[in-house]
């Protein structure tokens, strides 16, 4: 079973709104991160959280880690177009091994 | 930042033959390497993680006798899928690990092989 799970499995918003996406890990993890798969590519790591940290950021994104609920959320701002994709909850455990949830779809309408 | 190439991008192989897949790294040393396999519903399979001069750690349902690993330097690694039949359609990916970034897998673009 998967050790990371996003929700919702998709969303559609419309250029410069805001979207959040969930995620659940059900382990103790050493980091939280969320990576972003466009069409034709690899996911590319966009945050990582680490397990003591609440809050990170960077440009429009801004992902939250709350270590009592297991769970964390990815937020974008001011979407673009090019924000279309689908995005993954990944968590690192002590083992090294890197867990891939089953991604939200993200699309992103002009 | 970290390149990855991975070559084919695309292949067709008929039900029973296998085929083999590269991963390249581009500008930088890997000190480790994961294959997945990629669902076309999008869920990720972790095949091996392999690592510099340790053995390469198969997960559950995934054995070096079908999906035999090369990893000879930093740069390069490569995989075979021996006897590649229906179930083992989908995009496989290579992330490779950077010294100093031990929590951050740089992906390539995958190799898509389908199975006729």
């Known amino acids: 079973s998967q050790l990371a799970e996003e929700n919702p499995w998709a969303l559609s918003v419309h250029e410069g709104e805001s979207v959040t996406v969930n995620c659940s890990y059900k382990?103790?993890?050493?980091?939280l991160q969320w990576y972003r798969q466009k069409s034709g590519e690899g996911p590319a790591q966009l945050i990582l959280?680490?397990?003591?940290?609440r809050e990170k950021r960077n440009g429009r994104l801004r992902a939250t880690l709350d270590t009592s609920s297991q769970s964390s959320s990815l937020s974008i701002t001011a979407t673009r177009c090019e924000d279309t994709a689908v995005y993954f909850c990944?968590?690192?455990?002590?083992?090294?091994?890197?867990?891939f949830g089953d991604g939200t779809v993200l699309t992103v309408k002009p | 930042g970290a390149l990855v190439y991975q070559y084919p991008r695309r292949t067709i192989c008929k039900s029973g033959t296998s085929m083999r897949m590269e991963c390249q790294a581009v500008g930088f040393q890997a000190t480790s390497v994961a294959w997945y396999r990629q669902s076309p519903q999008k869920t990720f399979e972790l095949i091996a993680l392999?690592?510099?001069?340790?053995?390469?750690?198969?997960e559950q349902n995934f054995t070096q006798e079908k999906f035999p690993i090369s990893h000879p330097n930093l740069s390069f690694s490569s995989m075979t899928v021996l006897n590649a039949y229906l179930e083992d359609r989908g995009l496989y990916l290579c992330?490779?690990?950077?010294?100093?970034?031990?929590?951050?897998?740089?992906f390539g673009a995958g190799t898509r092989l389908s199975v006729l």
């Open positions: 959280i680490r397990s003591n940290e």
């Open positions: 990944a968590d690192n455990t002590n083992t090294g091994k890197l867990t």
């Open positions: 382990t103790s993890i050493t980091a």
């Open positions: 392999s690592t510099v001069n340790s053995a390469i750690k198969y």
């Open positions: 992330g490779a690990r950077v010294m100093g970034f031990q929590n951050t897998l740089y």
